[in-house]
T-cell receptor, first 114, second 114 residues
Framework: NAGVTQTPKFQVLKTGQSMTLQCAQD?????MYWYRQDPGMGLRLIYY???????DKGEVPNGYNVSRLNKREFSLRLESAAPSQTSVYFCASSASGQRTYEQYFGPGTRLTVT | GDSVTQMEGPVTLSEEAFLTINCTYT??????LFWYVQYPGEGLQLLLK?????DKGSNKGFEATYRKETTSFHLEKGSVQVSDSAVYFCALSARNNAGNMLTFGGGTRLMVKP
C-alpha cells in the first residue's frame, strides 16, 4: 500500500521558472492538502481540497495554484518561482467529515529556487 | 485564530532519560490534539492523539494528556532511545472544521545520544 506519493523528490528552479508538484493517494480519502515546511515555522497550509471538485486557500496561498484532478490526485503549481518559495513541500490526505481523522503525509519535495 | 506553541529545540538527552516536550494551544471550542513525528528525510507520521479533555493518547511508549484547564498537551516518554531522535510536532484540529485542517506548532527537534 503506497499511501501518499509525491514527485519529484528534489527540484532546483531558477527565479521565474514554473513547475508542478504532483501528489497521489490510494486510500480513497476525500480530503487532500498541500503544506510548506520552513525551519522553525512548522507546517503551513497552502491550499486544501475538502472533496473532489473543490479547492480552498489556506494560510499561505500567494504564488501557488492547485488542481484536484480526480479523487486520487492533487497537484500544486508554481507559475513564477521566487526564492521565497524555497522550502520542503508536503502533500497529505485524510478521510473527511470528522475532525479526529488523522492526516497521512507524503515523503515531501525539497524545492530550491535560485 | 487557532495557534500551537511548542518548546524550542533542540532537546538533547542521553539514552534512557525522561523526555518532556511542552505544547500549549489556543483555540475556540474543543479541538482534537495530535502529536506527529518526522524522522530524517521523511514525511510526518501520527504518533498519538486525544479528542476530548482528560483523554490520554499513547503509542510506542509516548504519552500525552489533553488538559483543558491549562490548554496543554505535553508529550512524555519515560526512557528515550537513540531511535527516537526526530522532530516532533504538536497540532490541533478545531471544531467546525469541515476540511479537517490542522494547525501545527513549530516543531521540536529531539537528539538522543548513546
Amino acid at each position: 500500500n503506497a499511501g501518499v506519493t509525491q514527485t519529484p523528490k528534489f527540484q532546483v528552479l531558477k527565479t521565474g521558472q514554473s513547475m508542478t508538484l504532483q501528489c497521489a493517494q490510494d486510500m480513497n480519502h476525500n480530503s487532500m492538502y498541500w503544506y510548506r515546511q520552513d525551519p522553525g515555522m512548522g507546517l503551513r497550509l497552502i491550499y486544501y481540497s475538502a472533496s473532489e471538485g473543490t479547492t480552498d486557500k489556506g494560510e499561505v496561498p500567494n504564488g501557488y495554484n492547485v488542481s484536484r484532478l480526480n479523487k486520487r490526485e492533487f497537484s500544486l503549481r508554481l507559475e513564477s518561482a521566487a526564492p521565497s518559495q524555497t522550502s520542503v513541500y508536503f502533500c497529505a490526505s485524510s478521510a473527511s467529515g470528522q475532525r479526529t481523522y488523522e492526516q497521512y503525509f507524503g515523503p515531501g519535495t525539497r524545492l530550491t529556487v535560485t | 485564530g487557532d495557534s500551537v506553541t511548542q518548546m524550542e529545540g533542540p532537546v538533547t538527552l542521553s539514552e534512557e532519560a525522561f523526555l518532556t516536550i511542552n505544547c500549549t494551544y489556543t483555540a475556540t471550542g474543543y479541538p482534537s490534539l495530535f502529536w506527529y513525528v518526522q524522522y530524517p528525510g521523511e514525511g510526518l507520521q501520527l504518533l498519538l492523539k486525544a479528542t476530548k479533555a482528560d483523554d490520554k493518547g499513547s503509542n510506542k511508549g509516548f504519552e500525552a494528556t489533553y488538559r483543558k484547564e491549562t490548554t496543554s498537551f505535553h508529550l512524555e516518554k519515560g526512557s528515550v532511545q537513540v531511535s527516537d531522535s526526530a522532530v516532533y510536532f504538536c497540532a490541533l484540529s478545531a471544531r467546525n472544521n469541515a476540511g479537517n485542517m490542522l494547525t501545527f506548532g513549530g516543531g521540536t527537534r529531539l537528539m538522543v545520544k548513546p
